[in-house]
């Protein structure tokens, strides 16, 4: 009689927070987490800040050659495209496998500006890999980051890890509304930004027009010219949205802040999806597509979405010449 085959185990989504406060510390969880992983046969990836980097590089020693390894300041500096162009494409590459991922978004150089799409980010990873099977370690320096950072890292994620113990999180709830909560209004835009009118009545015109306005203003502010092109295609999505999805009205306006140039599209849409734009692009996909584009070409995205409209900024940084073809 032939016993019958045992079940495959449901697949398991972990995402424990790190909390360390020096490298020794760092260390000690780090490495073990990625020797295991390697040991099990797992795909494991690591994709932290550049300091980081260099010191589990050092740490592993001959080891490292078997783990994909991203600097996060470059593949992560916008949080917007980490899911997607990130998490989801490593795990998606190997299917049936239990991806192992250190991804550390949050660092001490991120600014004000930066920070409510960073913890957005650290909530969305919750629903964006339910029912697939991966762990993603998120190491937090508690010793440089503010505390209200790490409070808001017990409310993104279920578990948390220390050098010495494992604990469940008190403060973890919805996801999704933990999310929300980061959809806050965005800063006032100057009275010195330039724009213009979005109008589907004069589609071709709004598009000949905006592309020359975000093509002369990017060039005036000093954006490097090799990516005055990112900036043309980020706006042209944006437009393009507002076009089909968003009234077929609204107003592009641009102008420059703490050393970005920033370009702000509003209109009167309403975004429910918080993923939209962040999961990787399929072939068959009619939606999302043109905020994935903005998310891989801009250096950072924030927007706020509400039933009486949409804003959405895109910043490139003007001054650094970051690889965007680094993921």
């Not at 010191?55 to 899911?83: F, K, Q, S, W, Y």
């Not at 998490?87 to 001490?108: M, N, S």
């Not at 370690?137 to 010793?143: E, G, H, K, R």
């Not at 918080?274 to 994935?292: E, F, Y």
């Amino acid at each position: 009689m032939r016993s019958a085959p045992s079940a495959m185990p449901a697949p398991q989504f972990d995402h424990p927070a790190l909390f360390y406060r020096d490298q020794q510390d760092y260390l000690v969880t780090t490495v073990p987490f990625i020797l295991d992983g390697l040991e099990a046969g797992d795909p494991v990836m690591v994709s932290v800040p550049t300091s980081n980097l260099a010191c589990l590089r050092e740490a592993l020693g001959d080891d490292a050659r078997r783990v994909i390894m991203h600097d996060m300041t470059v593949a992560g500096r916008n949080p917007g495209r980490i899911i997607g162009q990130v998490l989801l494409a490593f795990a998606g590459e190997h299917a049936g496998k239990r991806a192992r991922i250190i991804g550390e978004p949050i660092w001490a150089g991120r600014d004000a500006t930066e920070y409510p799409a960073c913890a957005q980010h650290e909530a969305l990873i919750n629903p964006a890999f339910d029912g697939l099977n991966a762990i993603i370690l998120c190491p937090y320096n508690t010793s440089e980051l503010e505390p209200q950072v790490v409070a808001d890292a017990l409310r993104t994620h279920p578990v948390v890890w220390t050098s010495t113990e494992q604990y469940p999180s008190d403060q973890y709830v919805d996801p999704l509304v933990t999310a929300e909560s980061f959809n806050v209004p965005l800063s006032p835009r100057p009275p010195t930004a330039e724009h213009t009118i979005i109008d589907v009545e004069n589609a071709h015109l709004t598009i000949a027009e905006t592309r020359r306005f975000s093509a002369s203003f990017a060039l005036a502010v000093g954006l490097p010219v090799e990516r005055v092109a990112d900036a043309v295609l980020t706006v042209d999505e944006l437009v393009a949205n507002t076009l089909d999805h968003g009234g077929g009205r609204g107003q592009l306006a641009a102008w420059t802040e703490h050393g970005r140039a920033v370009f702000e599209v509003t209109n009167g849409s309403h975004i429910t999806d918080p993923l939209v734009g962040r999961r990787p692009v399929r072939d068959d996909q009619a939606t999302g597509r043109g905020l994935s584009l903005v998310h891989r070409r801009a250096d950072l995205v924030r927007m706020h979405t509400n039933p009486r409209g949409t804003t959405i900024r895109a910043y490139l940084v003007l001054t650094q010449d970051l690889d965007q073809g680094a993921i």
